[in-house]
């Protein structure tokens, strides 16, 4: 049965909870991946999260349950490319708490952070997925919700 949640912006003021689901899914990916690719300080996370929301250079959509708890999240940020033909953002984290996957809530957020992207004026939402073939499911939860493979694999450089 689909979810009704409320899906507004987040604020600094939602920093700690936005950051508690951060960690959470770090945590599954790490779990599932069977590599620590990533370094998560809570602490850390919430005050670089509520700085980046102040600046207004990061956005954050959360989810709502009818309680008020925070059940997912969606957080975009804008780029710039040549070869995007201009302003596009890029969904840098999307998590649903699993209790309640497969309810409709991704798309949910997706459709919201998409309706935001078209108000900005982006000209695409682009994806990174987390490590294939353990999270093939959200590939293939893209795919539905009308993305394409537009690359090859994301690589990082620590500087």
């Known amino acids: 049965m689909p979810l009704s949640p ?3 912006l987040a604020s600094a003021d939602t ?8 960690g959470a899914l770090l945590g599954e990916i790490m779990e599932r991946s069977g590599n620590a690719a990533f370094n998560f300080d809570l602490a850390g996370t919430t005050a670089r999260l509520a700085e980046w929301l102040e600046q207004g250079n990061y956005t954050v959509l959360t989810a709502r349950d009818g309680d008020n708890a925070m059940i997912g999240f969606a957080a975009l940020t804008e780029s710039r490319a040549l070869y995007a033909e201009g302003v596009f953002g890029t969904l840098t984290e ?5 209790e309640y996957r497969s309810h409709g809530l991704g ?3 997706l459709d919201a952070a998409c309706a935001h992207g078209a108000s900005l004026g982006w000209k695409r939402l682009e994806v990174t997925t987390p490590p294939l073939p353990h999270f093939s499911n ?22």
Do not use: C, N
């Open 94 to 98: 999307l998590y649903v708490r699993p």
């Open 15 to 22: 920093a700690p909870e936005v950051a508690a689901l951060v």
């Open 138 to 159: 959200t590939l293939a939860f893209y795919e539905r919700e009308g993305f394409s493979v537009a690359g090859g694999k994301k690589l990082k450089r620590v500087l």
């Open 6 to 8: 409320t899906i507004s």
């Open 107 to 109: 798309k949910q957020l």
